[in-house]
């Protein structure tokens, strides 16, 4: 699939600045290498603002995942290092080619999710209100 991707210079501005400053400000307090920056940047120059913000949202939920499984299935512990490039290359990929498909998973997940929290909530508190009558 070949996509036709058009942004705008303004654009274009914004998702460097995003991609390049969230893992600079990153890298001035935890160990996240030179050219995950450089390579953020890059990319958010050729995608644009918002799909440089899903990508970086995809690296880090799939670099958290893959992470907590290496630890847990003891392959790395928590000293250890792992390469934050692979994963922010799949969140690119991702980005560019399946954006919006991935904006209608993020909305249906979170209307989903807001409406059987508060299906839980108002059963929770009926269940409250139902116990307090039998007292």
Request: hydrophobic share 55%.
């Amino acid at each position: 699939m070949i996509s036709s991707h058009h942004i705008g210079s303004l654009d274009a501005l914004y998702g460097f600045l995003a991609g390049g400053l969230v893992l600079f400000l990153i890298a001035l307090v935890g160990p996240m290498g030179g050219g995950d920056i450089k390579y953020m940047a890059a990319m958010g120059l050729w995608l644009g603002l918002f799909p440089t913000i899903a990508a970086l949202l995809i690296a880090f939920i799939m670099g958290g995942l893959i992470g907590v499984l290496l630890i847990a299935l003891r392959i790395k512990n928590r000293k250890d290092h792992i390469p934050f490039g692979p994963f922010l290359v799949f969140g690119s990929i991702v980005g560019y080619f399946f954006f919006e498909e991935f904006c209608a998973l993020c909305i249906s997940t979170f209307v989903v999710g807001f409406y059987w929290n508060q299906l839980l909530h108002v059963s929770h508190i009926y269940a409250k209100g139902q116990m307090q009558d039998s007292l």
